[in-house]
């Protein structure tokens, strides 16, 4: 079942201009300036500076954009959050402000549609109040899932009524800071999700797996579960259903890393084009040399493919069509896309592009590992080849 035909919030609103208009102003004026590029690492300094800054946004009108109204949300349409997450995007630190960064935001959106009245009220409500955090725990190291979440490992069997989770996770975003787990385990009708709270006996969290991505709040952790026990009402959704209930979470998720990142990858590229308007090289402005202007012009064009790709199907989410082929196709080239712009708003500033006085460097470090998480580009060209051959689909 896609995410669009169970989407809790069928019909969202559209965004005000004036409302977006204050969020850009949020962003430049509070937001941006917030970001300590030498606290990049620093889980404890940023959620710090994220605390203060949320309650500056709340008082601005500015609520999480995909929630619903009566839940303290915006409760925008998909297509509304496009521009509402490019702007929350045009910063690190502006979606966790504006509560619409991953894991958060994706564990609320599957969370509510498939938790039951008692686990939104241990779960989901504190979640969506900012009481309680989550992480979200699929993948694991070889021989474990990974690209392949058929080559799941972690297992979940039941003994006296409870369920007993055994399993080995990495990569886990969030998880330093995280109250519970849904983990994702082989139970004997197939994979399933699982609630488990940090606390439970057997729950560990090994060590933070250093990437090369900045402001990766709450990190991302290796976890083993050994003999961890979690009661019949652990099961999230129905057993057997895990991969499926993985797709209504990823689809959504993926549509909003492309919105943020499109708005990181502007940032990028403005900037730049401000450096070579100033700075000369051979008798001219780097700007009047060609070469750099075809790499402006090209980043031009390459945001504005993704953003139109990305506006449709936020539209087709909207309709309460299913996204599965497209949602594909827009990660794929949205990935690709934003890493290129930065990857040239770093050349066309030379060394300064790859220090640390601007934030270039990390704008293109954050955006590198989307060509990987959510379904790596060469797994959905894959499954869109796959898709296009068994059902003869006109290109
Ligand atoms: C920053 C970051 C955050 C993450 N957060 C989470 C999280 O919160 N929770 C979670 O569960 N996981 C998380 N992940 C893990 C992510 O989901 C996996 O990295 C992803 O599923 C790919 O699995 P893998 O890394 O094991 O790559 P592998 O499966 O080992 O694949 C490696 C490479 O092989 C190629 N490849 C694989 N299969 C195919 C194929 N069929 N055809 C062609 N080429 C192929 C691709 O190039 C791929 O990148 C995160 C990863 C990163 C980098």
């Known amino acids: 079942m896609s995410a669009a035909s169970r989407d809790p919030l069928t019909r969202g609103q559209d965004l005000a201009p004036e409302l977006l208009q204050t969020l850009q102003r949020f962003i430049d004026e509070a937001v941006i300036p917030a970001e300590d590029l030498k606290l990049a690492h620093d889980h404890a300094a940023q959620a710090a500076v994220v605390a203060r800054l949320q309650g500056q946004a709340l008082a601005l009108g500015l609520g999480s954009p995909r929630r619903a109204v009566t839940d303290g949300g915006l409760g925008l349409s ?71 979440p058929r080559m799941l490992k972690t297992e979940a069997r039941q003994e006296g009524g409870q369920w007993v989770i055994n399993g080995h996770k990495w990569f886990i975003t969030g998880a330093h800071q995280a109250d519970f787990a849904i983990v994702v385990a082989r139970t004997d009708d197939g994979v399933s999700w699982f609630l488990v709270d940090a606390d439970t006996p057997g729950f560990e969290i090994v060590r933070d797996v250093p990437t ?30 895990g991969l499926d209930h993985a797709q209504l979470r990823l689809e959504g998720a993926r549509l909003f890393h492309c919105m943020r990142f499109i708005g990181l990858a502007s940032r990028a590229m403005h900037l730049a084009q401000r450096h070579v308007q100033q700075r000369e090289s051979h008798g001219a402005r780097l700007a009047e040399h060609q070469m750099v202007q075809a790499l402006v012009a090209d980043a031009h064009i390459q945001l504005f493919a993704a953003r139109v790709m990305t506006r449709e199907v936020a539209r087709q989410l909207d309709r309460g069509e299913s996204i599965r082929h497209s949602s594909s196709m827009a990660k794929v080239f949205v990935s690709e896309a934003v890493y290129q712009v930065a990857d040239s708003a770093v050349q066309i500033c030379g060394a300064l592009g790859v220090s640390e006085d601007l934030p270039l460097s990390m704008i293109l470090r954050m955006l590198r590992p989307f060509r990987i998480y959510d379904g790596a580009s060469e797994v959905h060209r894959s499954a869109i080849a796959k898709r296009a051959f068994r059902h003869d689909l006109r290109p």
């Open 212 to 241: 090369m991505e900045p402001f990766d709040m709450g990190g991302h952790a290796e976890i083993r579960l050994t003999n961890c026990r979690v009661g019949a009402d652990a099961l999230v959704g129905e057993a057997g259903k």
């Open 78 to 148: 998909w297509e509304a959050c496009c521009d509402y997450l490019e702007q929350a995007g045009r910063s690190f630190l502006g979606p966790a402000v504006l509560q619409c960064a991953p894991p958060t935001q994706p564990d609320v959106y599957a969370l509510d549609v498939l938790a039951t009245p008692s686990q939104r009220r241990a779960y989901l409500d504190p979640l969506k109040a900012g009481t309680r955090k989550s992480c979200f725990a699929m993948t694991e190291p070889a021989p474990g899932a990974g690209s392949d």
